[in-house]
């Protein structure tokens, strides 16, 4: 006899596994919509996927993000999934579990390395304020890339050929797969207890895939953290990898970098030949003015008859010495002449006469004062008019009502103008 009543758990479970046994269910893509996309501390995610009439749950654990996912999804982000539909028997809701994730029309890959760039460019290390001179002339340059194929070999002919007197230390690694960028990341670090000059990192060109090493944010920050002055030289012209814009330096290609590394050996010594012989040709041409001049000079008569020097000098100290003595004269007689002038002065010779005639002096000013004094004008007889203290020279200053004070020799008389 078939039960007739179950419980909820029970009805979730039979649910469950009859989804389980759905070989379609078991495996199935579905492109979506991403939204209310939260990632936890646990490394799991939980997300929406929806199109235009419906959405279902989804969930992709820390394992399977760590093993397939390269880039960080995002709200909004269409997507195609594919992993497996169960019910989370606790809530009786089904869901999408995850296994990969792929944006619809692009790359997972080229959606990690636009991230990583714009986020490696926002912290700077993609500034060039940052970024070290590469030597001109190196003693030794380390070179990370694989033992064995084309890349190596094109670099050390390339150097060796170029600038033989290098010296070139490989620091070999793995340069594809998983575990390259741990393995370029310890080189790096190794590289920089040899007193390098410069540092070569690269490869030959290929897929996407295979340069993704050189886009790891590991491989990025030990390159920016790197002592020694690097110069990033991965895959072809085209290739762009995260380690080219992070290094000192972007090679197209490992040949190129290895042109960059160092100098033409032949240009050099050409270079040297010829600042030899500009820096002969300008002592050459130094020694020739200064033999010039020396000859100019021996051929002055200064030096064939050094005692005309002296003659020179003797005469005029003798000119000196004459105008020094007639100068000396001239004062002399004038100050005598000043001296006999002072001793025959009336000052000196009668001294009372000068007091006599500076009193008679006086006196005649005196008497052309007493002249001018309106006083002794009052004495004689005469008066003064005045109006407001101003002395009346005229009638026409004079109108009627005006008060005049009229001054005697013994008083003042007040009248008023009818």
């Known amino acids: 006899m078939e039960k007739e009543t179950f419980t909820v758990s029970e009805i979730n479970s039979y649910l469950n596994k009859k989804l389980k046994k759905d070989p379609q269910l078991k495996n199935i893509l579905i492109k979506g919509e991403i939204s209310n996309y939260k990632s936890y501390s646990s490394g799991h995610s939980y997300f929406t996927l929806k199109d235009e009439k419906s959405q279902i749950s989804a969930v992709m654990f820390k394992g399977n993000k760590d093993r397939f ?39 997972n890959l080229h959606i990690a390395y636009e991230q990583l760039k714009k986020k490696l460019s926002k912290e700077g290390l993609f500034d060039d304020s940052h970024k070290k001179e590469i030597p001109k002339y190196p003693k030794k340059i380390g070179v990370i890339t694989a033992q064995t194929g ?30 390259a960028a741990p393995q ?135 000119n000196l010495i004459n105008k020094l003595n007639f100068t000396s004269k001239n004062l002399i007689n004038d100050n005598k002449t000043k001296l006999f002038k002072l001793k025959n002065s009336i000052v000196l010779k009668n001294p009372s006469e000068i007091t006599r005639t500076k009193k008679e002096a006086y006196l005649k000013n005196f008497e052309k004062l007493e002249i001018l004094n309106p006083l002794l004008t009052l004495k004689r007889g005469y008066t003064l008019a005045k109006t407001n203290g101003k002395v009346i020279s005229s009638a026409k200053e004079v109108r009627s009502g005006d008060q005049i004070d009229i001054e005697f020799d013994d008083g003042i008389v007040n009248t008023k103008v009818i």
């Open 150 to 179: 084309a890349a190596i070999r094109d670099i050390i002919t390339t150097i060796k050929k170029r600038y033989p007197i290098c010296e070139i230390l490989v620091f070999s690694t793995l340069v594809q797969g998983d575990q």
């Open 184 to 318: 370029i990341v310890k080189q790096i670090n190794h590289a920089q207890e040899f007193d390098l000059d410069t540092l070569i990192v690269g490869r030959g060109g290929g897929s996407i895939e295979d340069l993704w090493p050189f886009n790891e944010e590991i491989v990025a920050n030990a390159i920016y953290n790197c002592k020694i002055p690097v110069i990033s030289a991965v895959g072809h012209q085209i290739d762009y990898t995260i380690s080219d814009f992070v290094a000192d330096k972007r090679a197209l290609t490992p040949t190129d970098g290895a042109i960059t590394a160092v100098p033409d050996l032949n240009e050099v010594e050409n270079n040297i030949a010829q600042l030899s012989n500009r820096l002969n040709k300008s002592i050459f041409d130094i020694i020739n003015q200064k033999k010039t001049k020396l000859s100019h000079l021996s051929e002055k008569q200064v030096l064939k008859n050094p005692e005309a020097i002296y003659e020179i000098k003797a005469m005029g100290l003798d």
């Open 69 to 107: 996912l390269k880039f960080d999804p995002e709200n909004g982000m269409k997507v195609i999934i594919k992993g497996k539909i169960k019910i989370y028997e606790k809530t009786g809701k089904y869901q999408l579990y995850t296994t990969t994730m792929t944006e619809d029309g692009i790359g």
